[in-house]
């Protein structure tokens, strides 16, 4: 999985003409539209004023995809909160220099100054940073080990060559943090049921966690709470293939054509922040926080404004719909967490009552 998605040429995130929107195999939030970075960006705003407005302030994504969620934040805060946006200054993170590249062209375009580097690089880096933090469907595009449990034993599905395709080989476990890292949660994967456990999530949360001095790290994944993505029902695991917006039926077919992604363990990253001196809220579906963070007074304002101009109105309207389904983009579930920060209050975690008090 691992090089099928990261291989420095042939791999799925190193390909030259990978989109995330409607043109690509799957779309992302960011993509659908850029009221979706707008709303987060109210949220990092918030945040420079709980750090009592430093003036310099970071701001890093980790695995910015084409640039937009980071384009449509920067726009809003020149726009609505210049002296935020005076003190921003924002780097944007991933592991191919052809994503780097083309997130830099994004940018520039857009009359940005930012920075760009490979994660790599950045992590090895010791400089303290404060500020925020941000990530959508990155934890998820991680690669997994596979394990299935049998007759109480752990077991890890391996790929192997096939002919001229591959297919999968139950074996031993490749390392015993598969067995602990299922003890440290105090459960067990079901009997005879197909699980996925990234080791590469927490490992890569806590340097990223460890570069932060003071500030937040916000995070939107697909995933569950361990007892409900480790949850005996689930036979299958949650392992998908994308192509075209279609889930593929075998996830080993076209290696470095199709976008593979598994749930993220929210429990285990929020854990391994804790262990790092952070604090970790309680996780709320992307539906909740981008209510919270005012999405409802924003299609109030484009529908006021319709008889001037209804496509924008029709089109906020749609987009609205499509990131708050809870079916599809809405269930992302969003981790918040702050070191040295108030957490508790965060706009995006606020109820839908205390948002519109
Ligand atoms: C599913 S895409 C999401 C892109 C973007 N955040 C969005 O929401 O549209 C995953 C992103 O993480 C990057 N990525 C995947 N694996 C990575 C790794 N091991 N290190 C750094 N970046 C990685 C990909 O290149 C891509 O930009």
């Known amino acids: 999985m691992e090089i099928a998605l990261s291989h420095p040429e042939l791999g799925y995130y190193s390909r030259p003409d990978l989109t995330w929107g409607r043109n690509g195999d799957y779309e992302t939030s960011p993509e659908v539209h850029q009221i979706f970075g707008y709303l987060w960006a109210r949220q990092i705003e918030e945040c420079w ?3 009592e407005q430093p003036s310099q302030f970071d701001l890093i994504e980790v695995g910015a995809g084409s640039g ?15 002296e935020c946006f005076e003190a921003t200054q924002a780097t944007l993170l991933d592991g191919n220099p052809i994503r780097l590249e083309a997130q830099n062209r994004a940018l520039q375009i857009r009359g940005f ?22 990530s959508n469907e990155f934890f998820d595009a991680l690669p997994v080990h596979l394990v299935e449990r049998r007759d109480n034993r752990l077991y890890e599905w391996f790929v192997e060559m096939a002919g001229s395709s591959f297919k999968f080989v139950l074996g031993d476990t490749s390392t015993p943090n598969l067995e602990k890292y299922f003890h440290q949660l105090g459960l067990q994967s079901g009997e005879s049921s ?13 340097r990223i966690t460890d570069r932060i001095g003071r500030g937040y790290l916000l995070t939107m994944d697909y995933g569950y709470e361990a007892k409900d993505l480790y949850a005996s029902w689930r036979k299958m695991g949650t392992l998908m293939a994308f192509q075209n917006h279609s889930p593929q039926p075998d996830p080993l077919s076209m290696p470095g054509q199709l976008d593979l992604t598994a749930h993220v363990d929210f429990t285990t990253l929020a854990w391994t922040a804790k262990d790092a001196g952070l604090e970790a809220a309680p996780t709320v579906s992307q539906a909740e ?17 319709a008889h001037v101009n209804v496509a924008r109105f029709v089109e906020e309207r749609r987009a609205a719909a499509q990131l708050t389904d809870l079916t599809g983009l809405g269930r992302i579930r969003v981790l918040a967490l702050a070191k040295d920060g108030p957490l508790e209050d965060l706009l995006c975690l606020r109820s839908i009552e205390q948002a519109y008090r």
């Open 68 to 82: 937009a969620f980071a384009s449509a934040i920067l726009t809003w805060l020149r726009d609505r909160s210049p």
């Open 49 to 51: 004023n709980n750090l």
């Open 289 to 305: 926080a981008l209510t919270a963070l005012g999405l409802p007074v924003t299609l109030g304002a484009a529908e006021k404004r």
């Open 194 to 206: 197909r699980a996925e456990v990234c080791l590469a999530a927490p490992n890569i949360l806590r």
């Open 113 to 134: 100054n930012t920075d760009h580097q490979l994660l790599e690089n950045w992590l090895v880096n010791n400089e303290l940073i404060n500020g925020v933090i941000i």
